[in-house]
């Protein structure tokens, strides 16, 4: 277990609002990552941090923007939130060798 | 452009017999693989990896055999137990300056007690 705490766990928003997703670790790790798991999609990388401040688009990052201003924190920021957005969001910690994922946050958006 | 493909998005096995599932890549510049194990509501949990230098890893129940020249990958879990119902995915990484995995999209195995 990495310690790693997604939170809210779940949320319903409506069409249009902004909603923040937040993940805290408590590993020291460096690189923290975003994904959104859809069926038949798997698990699609949105945005990733290699340090403080140092952040990266992911293959769906179009909607999505991140911020991380502490080595533990990595928030994801759904500027307007959309219909296609409703997932199951996973944050992640770690190296390519060796991520450990969060438990989820189950977004819905109305 | 799905670089890391699992073909099959289901698959049952009886309770005790082996459970193989597979992954193709198509980008030659992966050099390690990875197996998650997902059960719903919880987030994804390493299982076992392998490095391009192996064709062979081995970790108790799971195997993890890795084809390079086919590009292929596959998982065999034996004896296959009820609490292995799970979705699967398989994960692959390169060093490409950068620590992102790429990850396909899943397979939910099914065991038949």
């Known amino acids: 277990d990495a310690g790693i705490t997604q939170s809210p766990r779940h949320k319903v928003t409506e069409t249009g609002t902004p909603v923040t997703l937040r993940c805290h670790q408590t590993e020291n790790h460096r690189y923290m990552y975003w994904y959104r798991q859809d069926p038949g999609h798997g698990l699609r990388l949105i945005h990733y941090?290699?340090?403080?401040?140092?952040?990266d688009k992911g293959e769906v990052s179009d909607g999505y923007s991140v911020s991380r201003s502490k080595t533990e924190d990595f928030l994801l920021t759904l500027e307007s939130a959309t219909s296609s957005q409703t997932s199951v969001y996973f944050c992640?910690?770690?190296?390519?060798?060796?991520?450990?994922f969060g438990q989820g946050t189950r977004l819905t958006v109305v | 452009d799905q670089q890391v493909k699992q073909n099959s998005p289901s698959l049952s096995v009886q309770e005790g017999r082996i459970s193989i599932l597979n992954c193709d890549y198509t980008?030659?510049?992966?050099?390690?693989f990875l197996w998650y194990k997902k059960y719903p509501a919880e987030g994804p949990t390493f299982l076992i990896s392998i490095s391009s230098i192996k064709d062979k890893n081995e970790d108790g129940r799971f195997t993890v055999f890795l084809n390079k020249s086919a590009k292929h990958l596959s998982l065999h879990i034996v004896p296959s137990q009820p609490g292995d119902s799970a979705v699967y995915f398989c994960a692959a990484s390169g060093n490409f300056g950068n620590e992102k995995l790429t990850f396909g999209t899943g397979t939910r195995l099914t065991i038949i007690p």
């Open positions: 992640a910690t770690g190296v390519r060798t060796e991520a450990f």
């Open positions: 980008n030659s510049m992966f050099d390690y």
């Open positions: 941090s290699y340090g403080v401040k140092d952040t």
